[in-house]
């Protein structure tokens, strides 16, 4: 019976609040429209700025085939490799790509030749993806050149065979990079809701006095812990649904695995980080403190979870701290059901890192609430 008056409570305590319902509602429509276009970290319209010192028909070919990759937009044609080193400068250019002037004759006498490439690393990613773009055209264009002197007549293969390498991707064929944000900016959407809520909720009865009556009632501490935890579940099946709508509407994306198997680590999950606010809300006094820690463990939390950089490239340390990172496990988990279809025993190691989490996480919030002052 005190469970559900507590929960009564609750429930009413959320609705009558004007701004909380809206703001379950709103926030993830606009993050899932608005953070897979934003959160991208493709690279296109990369400024191209050419020294062609050959103008010549091969040259001139090199020159429109990386121009219609699209990839790049050709900017300027420069005479010299100084005056477009300038265009680096000044920001009209961001890679320099130098033909000799005997790139023609070389090509047709021996079949090898060599070109300049500078990239301005000013902007790390954008400079080593797009020398990276530019040197799989040129191979490209070298095959093409390889092919054309080998399917001539006139023209005995001398050079020795080579294989050609045909990648496969299997779990995102169009390298659509959005199929790839949209599991982990669900994830973060349920992290905020069902984290922040929970963190303030104690905190507004502390600054308005309402705690004080529950506390003198006989309702135990693990009683009133589920209490609160039990609505922000429901807030977090709701956000995860709504999510998961709105992929399919906006971006047609489905989940190649169980529907149920997301279901199954959200309800773990969703414990996980309602836990960690009520944990934060039960050491806050007020509710600007509390937000500002949620906020400060938040941002760690998002940034070393594989969001946006990845693991792997992250120093060996920081891997470690990865591993006593909620949000690492359950991306982990939304983006190989979504894309690869994984099913739970392949998935054994989440579900128990997860799992240790809610528990350690809920029982800590039971351990450290304080119905005296």
């Excluded at 820690?293 to 891997?319: E, H, K, N, R, Y």
């Amino acid at each position: 019976m005190l469970l559900k008056y507590l929960l009564e409570k609750e429930f009413k305590q959320f609705i009558r609040n004007s701004f909380l319902p809206r703001m379950v509602v709103m926030m993830p429509i606009v993050m899932m429209f608005i953070l897979p276009w934003a959160a991208n970290q493709e690279v296109k319209d990369i400024k191209l700025n050419v020294v062609d010192h050959s103008n010549s028909t091969y040259s001139r070919r090199l020159v429109d085939k990386v121009s219609s990759s699209g990839r790049f937009i050709l900017t300027g044609i420069s005479p010299t490799y100084n005056k477009a080193l300038k265009d680096v400068e000044k920001g009209d250019a961001d890679i320099i790509l130098e033909i000799p002037e005997d790139f023609e004759k070389e090509l047709i006498n021996s079949g090898k030749t060599n070109v300049g490439l500078s990239a301005n690393s000013v902007n790390g990613t954008k400079g080593m993806l797009g020398s990276s773009y530019l040197s799989t055209i040129l191979a490209d264009y070298a095959g093409e050149l390889q092919t054309n002197r080998m399917g001539d007549s006139k023209i005995m293969p001398t050079d020795s065979y080579s294989f050609r390498v045909v990648p496969l991707y299997k779990f995102n064929p169009g390298l659509d990079y959005k199929i790839f944000m949209v599991p982990a900016i669900m994830v973060t959407l349920i992290t905020l809701l069902a984290g922040f809520l929970p963190a303030l909720n104690i905190v507004s009865e502390k600054e308005n006095g309402t705690i004080e009556q529950i506390n003198v009632t006989p309702v135990s501490k693990p009683i009133f812990i589920l209490a609160k935890l039990i609505p922000y579940w429901l807030v977090g099946f709701f956000v995860l649904t709504l999510c998961i709508t709105m992929a399919y509407l906006v971006y047609g994306l489905v989940p190649a695995g169980s529907l149920l198997t997301i279901y199954f680590f959200a309800s773990i999950y969703i414990l996980v980080v309602s836990g960690m606010g009520l944990v934060i809300s039960n050491y806050s006094d007020t509710m600007q403190q509390a937000m500002f820690v949620m906020f400060f463990f938040m941002l760690i939390l998002i940034l070393m979870s594989g969001l946006f950089t990845p693991i792997s490239s992250m120093p060996d340390w920081a891997q470690l701290i990865t591993n006593l990172n909620p949000l690492t496990y359950f991306i982990h988990v939304m983006r190989h059901i979504y894309l690869k279809g994984s099913t739970l025993p392949e998935l054994t190691t989440q579900l128990f890192a997860l799992c240790g989490f809610a528990v350690v996480l809920s029982g800590w919030a039971v351990i450290s609430y304080r119905k005296t002052n």
